[in-house]
């Protein structure tokens, strides 16, 4: 069975600051890493994903993501962000031999940037 | 652009009524997915369909259907609503590992 934490239910920060978000799974097979992002009263956008290869995996809007596999963890970063970053964000798993799309989901981080 | 489209953004009907979530993708996608969404909870898989009148229940099942006569469409069906089931449905397609998710629909049931 595969499960994913996220670590932090809200983090608040200042705008033009760093931020990360952190993400930790289980899982007892390989498994494809994603993060989505939800703003309010939208649906789920893909920020990025990490399939295989190098473990810094850049997405959109500035985001980037490590993959680090002793840790079992897929922290999610951005150098400096924006009002329009506040959002929920969603990390997310899936496993490798299903090649389904079928995600188990964290419980959801809310960034809210403030000026 | 993959597009995913849920007939309704916002619902409200009342308890024991018989509710239908439609969702079309337009990608060809084989699989398909009906996630509950809540508060603290994340995304949560009710039910998934990897061909057309093939479906799987996922994680909490209880209390819905699900139909797929054709292969864009995937609707999500409560026999008879519950408060406990208000919430925000979303659906998602997938051609393999990557899932596109529609707008969502936020249900209330009073």
């Known amino acids: 069975a595969q499960s994913v934490t996220q670590l932090d239910s809200q983090v608040p920060v200042f705008e033009e600051a760093p931020v990360e978000l952190r993400c930790n799974y289980s899982?007892?097979?390989?498994?494809?890493l994603f993060w989505y992002v939800q703003y309010p009263n939208q649906g789920l956008q893909l920020l990025l994903k990490?399939?295989?290869?190098?473990?810094l995996v850049k997405g959109i809007n500035g985001f980037e993501a490590e993959f680090n596999k002793s840790q079992t963890s897929f922290h999610l970063r951005k150098p400096s962000v924006h009002i329009s970053d506040t959002a929920e964000y969603f990390c997310?798993?899936?496993?490798?031999?299903?090649?389904?799309?079928?995600?188990?989901f964290g419980q959801g981080t809310t960034l809210q940037v403030k000026p | 652009d993959v597009k995913v489209t849920q007939s309704s953004r916002y619902l409200v009907k009342r308890t024991g009524e018989k509710v239908f979530l439609e969702c079309v993708q337009d990608?060809?996608?084989?699989?398909m997915f009906w996630y509950r969404q809540d508060p603290g909870l994340g995304l949560r898989l009710i039910y998934f369909?990897?061909?057309?009148?093939?479906?799987e229940k996922g994680d909490i099942p209880e209390g819905y259907s699900v139909s797929r006569e054709k292969k864009e469409r995937f609707s999500l069906i409560l026999e008879s609503a519950s408060t406990n089931q208000t919430s925000m449905y979303l659906c998602?397609?997938?051609?393999?590992?990557?899932?596109?998710f529609g707008q969502g629909t936020r249900l209330t049931v009073v």
């Open positions: 997310a798993v899936s496993d490798r031999s299903g090649n389904t799309g079928k995600l188990i």
């Open positions: 990608m060809d996608h084989e699989n």
């Open positions: 990490y399939l295989s290869g190098s473990t």
């Open positions: 998602a397609s997938s051609p393999t590992f990557e899932a596109f």
């Open positions: 369909s990897y061909d057309v009148k093939m479906k």
């Open positions: 899982s007892s097979v390989s498994v494809y």
